[in-house]
């Protein structure tokens, strides 16, 4: 069964920095892999999805990796704005099976 | 166009009462999930439907769950005599059919349903 883990759990960072967030998978047989953005008491944003068969997906100012055989993923943010401050969840979808969510890691952007 | 939509967006109801909650997905989109997240915690999956196909009910947590949808259209999601564990947002998605291109996932609001 897919497990899937985020790590760090919570992240604060100046204005203006790149940063990284990780996802790590168990099962390597996935579908695709999907990130998100949740703000508090909304639901989630898409961000990025990652088919199997890709290695990095890019949009503005976001890029996500990855590394199947190591079981990874990783979200690297650029030039970090206040208004990126959110809880960003992965998501694994594995043949056969549903969407596995991580457990998100808390982005606060400090001005 | 409008995005997943769900109601109520709160709910606020007593132990042992009936409750449903109503998911209008993305027209056109052929799959539809149903997620329960816990304050604090991550997703928990609890039912997807496909198109006409027998939904994945794997996730329920109990036979007090249970889940309906029409073809392509409207789902809800029923508690039955809700208990305090019952508390939680619950999410609904949609997405065009998940074996095409790699579809992703729209996610409405959420229902925020709390037991007293």
Redesign the interface.
Known sequence: KQEVTQIPAALSVPEGENLVLNCSFTDSAI??L?W?RQDP??????LL?I?SSQREQTSGRLNASLDKSSGRSTLYIAASQPGDSATY?C?S?NYGQ???????TRLSVLP | GAGVSQSPSNKVTEKGKDVELRCDPISGHTALYWYRQRLGQGLEFLIYFQGNSAPDKSGLPSDRFSAERTGESVSTLTIQRTQQEDSAVYLCASSLRWDSGNQPQHFGDGTRLSIL
């Open positions: 579908y695709n999907q998100f008491g909304k639901g989630l944003t898409s999805l088919q969840l998501a979808n549903n969407f596995v969510f991580g457990p998100g």
